[in-house]
């Protein structure tokens, strides 16, 4: 396993994530394929034993199951400050809204309810999950820096944004002496490749890490044409993203599937020795110890230039889906404040 400094953070990762949103209670959210708990841990305790030190979960995923079956796996079987645990927390309910919670405290309410599921006094990194339009950034950001200054939080990341609104919030934290975001986890794999507009080139420059999710697009980026699986057929969101491209995703898909099998190699090490030549760790899922090896081995797998454009050259541009479709709309609704009270930013 190889390791990199995270963006401008003190934090040392390995160059491969785990992913947990397919751990958690089946019964308890909105995914049917997700594994128990014992299931679970067989799956973290191969990636730890294969160098994997950095895990992303959510306090979204399976109502926090997943964060408590991480956070029991990691407590036996490795050492806290030997591991980097990342989660992520979700905008302010109509609820809290209703009822005057500030992005301030929906801020320390979540991620005190976070750490509760995990069992710990801290979090290595804390990622905003997605814009919260109806929220001043600036709340957002001072509750942030409020939980760094209380020992609670290593380092702030983001997700699910555009290059303007990372640049605008950290020149906001800038000014303000606030901590600032230090990576960005947005959707980036072979077969959707829109960050590189803008998000890649800025965050190389600013040196702000990319730990995209969807690495492997749901699995399609792991397996042959006509091989199947239980989440490919019930993941509704992957579906959501990919199946109005199905068609033109394929011919690239069908080059990783060659250029595979000429090296002798899985289509996930194909798949994540290329998106490795371009972001710091990928945010790679797992529900079996194999597929852990698969993502563990592309890091010793290095691609030619002339494989990396074989396998881009036939990527065409494609529309945003999901939550980066809903962060647009939400954009161009109206105008938004970027902060309270008199001082408008």
């Known amino acids: 396993m190889e390791y990199t400094k995270l963006g401008n953070s003190n934090l040392t990762v ?12 089946p ?18 305790r191969h990636g730890l034993a294969r160098g994997i030190n950095f895990f992303d979960t959510a306090i979204a995923y399976q109502s926090g199951t997943s964060e408590q079956y991480l956070g029991r796996a990691l407590r036996d079987f490795a050492k806290r400050d030997q591991v980097v645990v990342a989660t992520k927390f979700l905008p302010r309910t109509d609820e809290e809204i209703a009822s005057g919670i500030t992005g301030q405290q929906h801020v320390a309410r979540m991620l005190d309810k976070s750490l509760q599921n995990l069992g710990m006094d801290y979090v290595d990194l804390y990622i905003y999950h997605m814009w919260d339009h109806r929220t001043p950034i600036y709340d957002i950001l001072e509750g942030l820096n409020r939980a760094v200054k209380a020992g609670k939080v290593r380092s702030i990341g983001i997700s699910n944004c555009f290059a303007w609104q990372l640049a605008k919030a950290n020149a906001i934290a800038e000014r303000e002496g606030f901590a600032k975001f230090v990576s960005v986890q947005g959707h980036y794999n072979l077969i959707f490749r829109e960050e590189e507009r803008e998000m890649v080139p800025y965050c190389r420059e600013e040196n702000i890490a990319l730990t995209p999710y969807s690495s492997l697009a749901g699995g399609r980026l792991s397996k042959h044409p006509g091989e199947d699986s239980r989440r490919l057929r019930e993941d509704s969101y992957a579906h959501l993203k990919y199946d109005a491209t199905a068609q033109q995703d394929s011919r690239i898909i069908a080059r990783v599937a060659e250029l595979a099998d000429q090296r002798g190699v899985s289509m996930t090490e194909i798949s994540l020795a290329w998106l490795l030549t371009r972001v710091s760790a990928p945010v790679v899922g797992a529900t079996r110890p194999e597929q852990v090896d698969g993502a ?16 881009e050259e036939l990527y065409l541009p494609h529309p945003l889906v999901g939550v980066m479709a809903q962060n647009t709309a939400d954009a161009a609704s109206g105008p938004h404040v970027w902060s309270t009270g008199s001082q408008k930013i």
């Open 296 to 311: 563990a081995n592309a890091v010793d797998l290095k691609l030619s230039d002339e494989e990396c454009r074989y396998l």
């Open 14 to 25: 390995s160059r491969i994530c785990m992913g947990c949103m397919g751990f958690g209670d």
């Open 27 to 44: 019964k308890q959210g909105q995914h049917s394929w997700t594994l128990d708990e014992e299931n679970s841990r067989r799956v973290i």
